[in-house]
Each structure stands twice: as structure tokens, then as C-alpha cells.
């Protein structure tokens, strides 16, 4: 069974840094799509970075591109997001999420069936 644990969130002032990470287990990820959304009080989830395990292709929305980077450590079976120059608009919780396949809606929190529990980041202004 996937296991997703995300850590590394808190309280950080704008133009801050964090980095969120995501242990992965329960079986091999190769083949899989990782990412990751965010979800703000009374808000959608919404995507912000996503990467394939095998080829480690990324993409990332508009509104954090150039701020966040989204990585992988296929030993360490973990997935990683940079989060640099924060704004208050960044405040929120963050899940780590996986799914089956490189194709298709990857941005679409409604194709990733196994997520993480969430961390929350919180920029104050």
C-alpha cells in the first residue's frame, strides 16, 4: 500500500525559503507521476509542481514558477519542494500526492489516488 508522509512546513516571513519534503512507501515508483497541490482555508486544491520518478520530468503552475523547484531522490524513495521568495498567497497546506502514469491530466488533483497528510506553510507578511 502507498505511504506518503510529507514534512519540513511552518512559519516563515515573505521572501523566506522552505523545503517541504515527501518519504514515499509501499512499492516501487517507477512508472509514477509525484505531486504536489496546496489547499487554502475555504479554497480548492490546487496543483503547484508535479515529476515523473523515472525521467524526472517537471512542470510547474505559473504562479510558482522561478520561486519553486520540485525534485526527487529515487534511494531516498522522497520527493522534494524548494519553496523560495514565499509571499502571503503561499499560505497553506501542502500535500504530497502519487499516482500511476506520465500522461494524461497530471494536474488534476482528481487522477492522483494516494495522497499524504498534509503539511501546512504559513508566510507572514
Known amino acids: 500500500q502507498v505511504q506518503l508522509v510529507e514534512s519540513g512546513g511552518g512559519l516563515v516571513q515573505t521572501g523566506g525559503s522552505l523545503r517541504l519534503s515527501c518519504a514515499a512507501s509501499g512499492r516501487t515508483f517507477s512508472g509514477y507521476t509525484m505531486g504536489w497541490f496546496r489547499q487554502a482555508p475555504g479554497k480548492e486544491r490546487d496543483f503547484v509542481a508535479r515529476i515523473t520518478w523515472t525521467g524526472g520530468n517537471t512542470d510547474h503552475t505559473d504562479s510558482v514558477r522561478g520561486r519553486f523547484a520540485i525534485s526527487r531522490d529515487t534511494a531516498k524513495n522522497t520527493v522534494y519542494l524548494q519553496m523560495n521568495n514565499l509571499k502571503p498567497e503561499d499560505t497553506a497546506l501542502y500535500y504530497c500526492?502519487?499516482?500511476?502514469?506520465?500522461?494524461?491530466?497530471?494536474?488534476?488533483?482528481?487522477?492522483?489516488?494516494?495522497w499524504g497528510q498534509g503539511t501546512q506553510v504559513t508566510v507572514s507578511s
Open positions: 500526492a502519487a499516482r500511476i502514469g506520465t500522461f494524461g491530466s497530471l494536474s488534476r488533483a482528481a487522477s492522483y489516488p494516494y
